[in-house]
């Protein structure tokens, strides 16, 4: 359930719920830190609160004091430096009075003198001033320590030390209240009471240190989050509206060029895809022109199949027959030379994308076709193909795929030759330009090109064809001219300057 409700969210809900979670997990911490921080630091108070009221009952015990009300004060007055560390200490009674407190004396060694024995004598014998000290106690804390004592007296706890703490406007007091043993019998109780200001401002600078964390916590998750989704999530987006408007084929156009434009991870991304989206609509374009001119140049052929095979049905001239059927047997090359050259063409395609290019020796390339061709054509038509070059010792480096050099070669060659008559010569010269491009030429005797664009024999199915072209199918130059645009070459056709014949060049780039 979790699982599945994480994975529909967006990029942008992903990264905030996670958030929330590591911050729910810290804040949960951060309270039970805070909870067991509190009881920890009370303790070490505690602790100090404890030994002195232990040592006290211990010096009541060692002097045999009586536990009333004079005694304690002399005891008070003469142990004074027990309590120097301390706000407040009282003595109760076994009814819960009061029987001395700090309150009412200067325990400040430096301050205690007579005068403190003159205030207590007239606290005691005159009439006018006669109070105890526990009427100078402020009467709802004279009650509520009674309370306390009370409680403390009928619980459990009864015979241990007990801390409790109590807060006014800006005071955090901590009180440790035990019960005085003297002689193994219960006379009164003693209540020391602290200024545990320090804790509470340790809590509170830890409780403003989390609180004001989270604050920059959750700023910094928020302004990280606007940047994720202003210069990461929406431009991804757009790439997915990109890529979905080319899948549904609609007409709506998506701009990615701010995106192309970007130096980052995101814009060599969508500089691929605008570069594969390309690449892939000029394939589809390429498959369905090519499928279109492929459709019209069979259905030429299968006319002239179709109106010779009528004609050769009711044709009784064997001289008729013999014609009708070389102009069949024409037809039917044809036909089976575009299907295999279409079918190579397009396996060609396949195999070019899977194919790395490497580092070549032209000349060795250009040597091994040329022995191919002369082997079959000198003997066959007495057609001579030479392999020029200025310097035996020099490489004609280029970067590219072998057989994809060789088929260029070869596809130029055979073009040649259907262009030449019998022992007619064609050259093959490798020369390298002043800017260090390798340059390949193919030049022969024939009858040269009659285009003066001579751009067009480029395309696929050019109709200006030798005779025999049941021998071609009109693509072998359009292969050419496709694959040195993949090597990033340049492929030129011209006619010779001083004698007839045409040269088609091709201008490798420089390899570096």
């Known amino acids: ?43 070490k108070k505690t602790s100090l609160q404890i030994e002195v009221i232990n040592n006290t009952i211990n010096n009541l015990n060692r002097l045999n004091i009586e536990f ?39 325990l400040d060694p430096r301050s205690f003198s007579s005068r403190i024995e003159i205030v207590e004598f007239d606290l005691q ?34 015979g241990k030390p ?16 035990k019960n005085i043993l003297l002689n193994d ?17 340790a809590i509170n600078e830890r409780k403003t240190f989390v609180i004001r964390t989270a604050i920059l916590i959750a700023i910094v998750i928020f302004i990280f989050s606007l940047v994720l989704n202003r210069y990461f999530l929406k431009p991804i ?49 390429t498959a369905e022109n090519f499928s279109t001119d492929l459709v019209h140049e069979i259905r030429n052929p299968l006319a002239s199949l179709k109106s010779a095979s009528e004609l050769l ?56 076709v040329v022995d191919d061709f002369n082997a079959i054509y000198n003997t066959k038509r007495g057609i001579n193909i030479n392999l020029q ?22 596809n130029l060659l055979e073009n040649s030759i259907s262009f030449s008559k019998d022992n007619q010569s064609i050259v093959v010269k490798l020369s390298q330009k002043k800017d260090g491009k390798i340059s390949l030429s193919v030049i022969d005797e024939g009858i040269g090109f009659k285009e003066k664009n001579t751009d067009k024999i480029f395309k696929r199915f050019y109709s200006n064809r030798p005779d025999k072209f049941g021998e071609h199918s009109g693509l072998g130059l359009n292969i050419v001219k496709n694959l040195v645009d993949l090597h990033g070459g340049q492929v030129i056709a011209s006619n010779n300057v001083n004698k007839k014949g045409a040269k088609v060049e091709i201008i490798f780039p420089k390899f570096n």
């Open 1 to 43: 359930m979790f699982s599945s409700l994480i994975k529909n969210l967006s990029i942008l809900k992903k990264f905030l719920f996670i958030n929330l979670l590591i911050f729910i997990f810290i804040g949960t911490l951060t309270i039970i830190y805070l909870n067991y921080v509190q009881p920890n630091l009370i303790k």
């Open 68 to 106: 009333e009300k004079n005694e304690v004060k002399k005891f008070l007055l003469s142990t004074r430096f027990l309590f120097q560390n301390l706000d407040r200490v009282i003595f109760f009674s076994e009814s819960f009075e009061i029987l001395a407190d700090t309150d009412t004396l200067d």
């Open 125 to 158: 014998n005159n009439e006018d001033k006669k109070k105890t000290t526990s009427e100078l106690i402020d009467p709802k804390k004279k009650s509520q320590f009674k309370e306390t004592l009370q409680e403390y007296s009928i619980s459990e706890d009864y």
């Open 162 to 177: 007990v801390t409790f703490t109590s807060e006014t406007y800006n005071k955090f007091k901590l009180s440790t209240i």
């Open 185 to 201: 019998q219960n006379v009164g109780y003693i209540l020391i009471s602290q200024n545990a200001n320090d804790v509470k401002t």
């Open 237 to 285: 987006k757009n790439l997915v509206n990109y890529t979905e408007n080319i899948k549904e084929k609609s007409k709506k156009k998506i701009d990615i060029k701010s995106l192309i434009k970007r130096n980052d991870e995101l814009g060599t991304l969508s500089l691929s895809l605008d570069e594969m989206t390309n690449e892939l609509q000029k394939r589809v374009n």
């Open 313 to 368: 049905e009711v044709t009784n001239s064997n001289s008729e027959k013999e014609k009708l059927t070389k102009i069949l047997t024409h037809d039917v090359e044809r036909i089976e030379r575009l299907i295999t050259d279409y079918s190579q063409m397009l396996k060609d395609e396949v195999a070019i994308t899977k194919e790395s290019m490497k580092i070549l020796d032209l000349k060795k390339i250009a040597d091994s």
């Open 389 to 410: 070059f200025k310097n035996s010792g020099q490489k004609f480096n280029i970067k590219g795929i072998e057989n994809r050099i060789e088929q260029v070669l070869a």
